[in-house]
């Protein structure tokens, strides 16, 4: 499967799952190294942005912050 497609033709797969609250898809995404600071293609959001203000579940935004391993999150990302 193409991790790098986009649902709706705006939406990385990560902001989808991340949207979604789905952790664990979120993390295996995330191991298999996808870019956690893509942005959507219609606000410029990443995925930072939606468990930021989609949710109050802290657990996505936690797991996003450490997620360190192919990248470094730009917690200063502007939409």
């Given amino acids: 499967a193409d991790v790098y497609i986009m649902y709706q033709d705006y939406l990385p797969s990560l902001i989808l799952a991340v949207y979604l609250e789905h952790k664990n898809i979120v993390e295996l995404l995330i191991r298999l190294g996808i870019d956690p600071n893509c942005p ?40």
């Fill in 40 to 79: 959507d293609a219609q606000h410029g959001r990443s995925a930072l942005h939606y468990a930021a203000y989609f949710h109050e579940n802290t657990d996505i935004f936690h797991l996003l912050l450490s997620s360190t391993v192919h990248h470094i999150i730009d917690i200063n990302a502007q939409d």
